[in-house]
């Protein structure tokens, strides 16, 4: 789980860049807006009409009429004609990289219909070398009536690429045929813990795979490209830039962390904390729930983690050396929420911060 900040003319609070202010001689500014109803968070001056930044640091709020002295050659001036400005978004949840991953995959968000579904991946396929993978995701089969996708579906257009297909949730995914070879996946083969292969009535894997099953096909896709990341972190950017989004916390996990890490990596990227799940979610029926699913009557959801494996994760998260970590578990069915809570009784309040993801 990772937090990640953007420079960015909006973040700052005014109230922190007095001091910083003070140390400079002659200050001359980059940018200067004016003209513009800026929101500071501070109670002293909740509102004011110009800022100035130098370095993509506030030099200066307040009126006007105190902004000339820190104009100089080069300094760009922009009338914001009473536009607002405000400092920038924290989304507190998101997945970062694998959302900039999907910008560049096969998008299957908003398809209401099994041809179109089917079209896309056709097209993807034209343009996919032999044997490479095809990626993509974002499909909701509540669009086209709420039956699942299958690998039969597009088997056809993808004789030699193996495909996987995210669910718009993360929690389930589908894969063809090709695929399921790939990963061994037969009618023989059981549910992992905390996961489901779907079958159908004679038993066999359409090539539907929920939460940890989903491993079994995931474990085979090549790694992603440090190039590929590297552009995945640009295109995501720039979307949550152009949102006014500028911190994120990112709950991901893209490398392993050692005794001797260092918890600051960088000015802009720190680490955040630790993030596990303990159930599924809703869209896949895989929510940990006391009574069963209504059109699913033997489905309770699925337990993705031992709730032992939960807790020495939280315990143990602190004593790496690092600073004090934040523990964020996914929880989503009522269950799954009462036994994380339960868990949480548990841990020193002390020495421990952990929240329940999703409510």
Request: net charge negative.
């Amino acid at each position: 789980l990772f937090c990640i900040t953007f420079l960015s003319l909006l973040l700052p609070n005014p109230t922190y860049f007095w001091a910083w202010k003070s140390q400079l001689s002659q200050p001359v500014a980059d940018l200067v807006l004016r003209n513009g109803v800026i929101y500071t968070s501070d109670d002293s001056l909740p509102f004011a009409d110009s800022m100035a930044v130098a370095n993509g640091r506030v030099l200066r709020v307040g009126n006007r009429s105190f902004f000339q002295e820190l104009e100089g050659y080069g300094t760009q001036v922009l009338d914001l004609g009473g536009k607002v400005v405000v400092p920038g978004f924290l989304d507190s949840h998101v997945h970062f990289i694998d959302g900039g991953l999907q910008m560049m995959q096969v998008k299957l968000r908003g398809v209401n219909k099994k041809e179109e579904f089917i079209r896309r991946i056709k097209d993807a396929a034209q343009s996919t070398k032999q044997g490479s993978w095809i990626l993509g995701g974002g499909w909701n089969n509540d669009l086209w009536g709420g039956d699942l996708p299958a690998a039969s579906w597009i088997d056809d257009v993808t004789p030699n690429n193996p495909v996987w297909l995210s669910r718009v949730d993360g929690h389930t995914g589908l894969v063809n045929s090709v695929a399921l070879v790939l990963a061994g996946i037969t009618n023989l083969t059981d549910d992992p813990r905390g996961g489901t292969i779907l079958r159908t009535a004679n038993g066999e894997p359409p090539g539907v795979l929920i939460d940890s099953a989903r491993t079994l096909v995931a474990s085979k896709i090549p790694e992603d490209s440090v190039d590929d990341r590297r552009e995945a972190l640009l295109r995501a950017s720039n979307l949550a830039l152009t949102r006014g989004v500028t911190m994120i916390l990112d709950m991901g996990r893209y490398y392993r962390c050692d005794n001797k890490v260092s918890h600051a990596l960088s000015e802009w990227i720190y680490i955040g904390g630790v993030k596990a799940f303990s159930d599924g979610s809703l869209g896949s029926n895989s929510a940990l729930l006391y009574e069963p699913y209504v059109d699913h009557p033997d489905n309770y959801g699925v337990q993705v983690i031992e709730l032992e494996a939960l807790l020495n994760m939280t315990l143990e998260s602190n004593l790496n050396g690092l600073l004090l970590l934040l523990v964020a578990i996914h929880a989503i069915g009522d269950k799954a929420n009462d036994l994380i809570l339960d868990m949480y009784v548990v841990c020193d309040s002390k020495s421990q911060m952990a929240q329940v993801g999703r409510l």
